[in-house]
T-cell receptor, first 112, second 116 residues
């Protein structure tokens, strides 16, 4: 059973459209992270959400952590071709020194 | 170095041969992770080090896989008797240890392993 389920698995949209991707789990996380990975590169951290209900904005990206700290969403406004990539959520189910586990990711393609 | 360094960047090996992959983490990072990523897939957790010890080896796919870390720094992932299904990108990441907050993990660019 995958600890972190991401949806959709694939998403192809036109430039200028809005989109939301999801990260869900049956486990409670002390915090969750979102990474973006481009071809040939390692993932790069976008944000860490810590408090249930927290909303963080990073330019056109809005991240939300669920009240129960079991899920998170990433909303992109007016997507651009530069947003293309694999979006991964990650978390450690217990606070402290436990391994960071990743979802399988959402592969986003923004077409100009 | 300034970032996580992995070597080699590409490795082509014959089925049945052993390979060794190297990871140089960011200086001072006590946590080190190895992941495997097959083409178009997410990250599969392999092993995690705190300092030189590996409290979680649960992700290693078989006993052909082993990893060690020495001096709290460099780590090597060894795959013995490689099989074609071992072909993937092997990613290493390092982070600081914290008691509660999840620290950022910094990734290397990976080693692309091809078993022919």
């Amino acid at each position: 059973t995958q600890l972190l389920e991401q949806s959709p698995q694939f998403l192809s949209i036109q430039e200028g459209e809005n989109l939301t991707v999801y990260c869900n789990s049956s486990s409670v996380f002390s915090s969750l992270q979102w990474y973006r990975q481009e071809p040939g590169e390692g993932p790069v951290l976008l944000v860490t959400v810590v408090t249930g209900g927290e909303v963080k904005k990073l330019k056109r990206l809005t991240f939300q952590f669920g009240d129960a700290r079991k899920d998170s969403s990433l909303h992109i406004t007016a997507a651009q071709p530069g947003d293309t990539g694999l979006y991964l959520c990650a978390g450690a189910p217990n606070s402290g020194n436990t391994p960071l586990v990743f979802g399988k990711g959402t592969r986003l393609s923004v077409i100009a | 170095g300034a970032g996580v360094s992995q070597s080699p960047s590409n490795k082509v090996t014959e089925k049945g041969k052993d390979v060794e992959l190297r990871c140089d983490p960011i200086s001072g990072h006590t946590a080190l992770y190895w992941y495997r990523q097959s083409l178009g897939q997410g990250l599969e957790f392999l092993i995690y080090f705190q300092g030189n010890s590996a409290p979680d080896k649960s992700g290693l796919p078989s006993d052909r896989f082993s990893a060690e870390r020495t001096g709290g720094s460099v780590s090597t992932l060894t795959i013995q008797r490689t099989q074609q299904e071992d072909s993937a990108v092997y990613l290493c990441a390092s982070s600081l240890e914290t008691a509660y907050l999840l620290p950022p993990a910094f990734f290397g660019q990976g080693t692309r392993l091809t078993v022919v």
